[in-house]
Nanobody, 127 residues
């Protein structure tokens, strides 16, 4: 059974940091790209970042560049999203997703490209 489980969300003040984790099981982790998306109330789901399972190539959405860092640990079958300099506009439910196959020097920032999804973790940034 495929499982994708996010953790690490919570309440943080403006300018603070959080690290989200995405632990996967039921598929070959290193053959999959991992992506983070987020959805704020009343807004569309937005791509945040992705990482290639093939070579660790990463991409970021414009709104988080320079503040968020994605990484992954194949041995732990876990991906991470380090979020620094958080702003109130980062408040959302953050979702982790996976897709295969993975390619070098590429990962998708496309919701429709993903195969598996977690249920999300809430991040709230207070002003």
């Amino acid at each position: 059974e495929v499982q994708v489980v996010e953790s690490g969300g919570g309440l943080v003040q403006d300018g603070g940091s959080l690290r989200l984790s995405c632990t996967a099981s039921g598929f070959t982790f290193e053959n999959h790209d991992i992506a983070w998306f987020r959805q704020a109330p009343g807004k569309a789901r937005e791509a945040v970042s992705c990482i290639s399972g093939k070579d660790g190539f990463a991409r970021y959405g414009d709104s988080v560049k320079g503040r968020f860092t994605i990484s992954s640990d194949n041995a732990e079958t876990t991906a991470y999203l380090q979020m620094n300099s958080l702003k109130p506009e980062d408040t959302a439910v953050y979702y982790c997703a996976a897709r295969s196959p993975s390619h070098a020097r590429f990962c998708p920032l496309l919701r429709d490209a993903m195969d598996y999804w977690g249920k999300g973790t809430q991040v709230t940034v207070s002003s």
